[in-house]
Nanobody, 126 residues
């Protein structure tokens, strides 16, 4: 069964940092040829796009709310995609998901992505 798996969430104080990881799980399944998007969903809110990185890693997109604080990267040799989160704020608290789409990033519509993971909880609180 092909799956995408997120990890790295946790509890962090405001101003702190976390690194989330996204990996493909399943025989022969790799994220190398796909753009990967990061999304988040806070309680009572809709899922929102946070960042996207294209298949080569040469192009990235960010939501205005995280620009300058979050950085997305990928290591195709390790078959991993990362979301580096700095200067975290309480409003960043959410379940974070990764998902794949075609080789290029596009809109932020969740319907444009597939193979969603189960998510990893990020809580920013003092």
């Amino acid at each position: 069964q092909l799956q995408v798996v997120e990890s790295g969430g946790g509890l962090v104080q405001p101003g702190g940092s976390l690194r989330l990881s996204c990996a493909a799980s399943g025989s022969g399944f790799t994220l190398d040829y796909y753009a990967v998007g990061w999304f988040r969903q806070a309680p009572g809110k809709e899922r929102e796009g946070v960042s996207c990185i294209n298949s080569s890693g040469g192009r990235t997109n960010y939501a205005d709310s995280v620009k300058g604080r979050f950085t997305v990267s990928r290591d195709n040799a390790k078959k991993m995609v990362y979301l580096h989160m700095n200067s975290l704020k309480p409003e960043d608290t959410a379940v974070y998901y990764c998902a794949k789409r075609g080789p290029s990033c596009g809109g932020w519509g969740p319907e444009e992505y597939d193979h969603w993971g189960q998510g990893t909880q990020v809580t920013v609180s003092s």
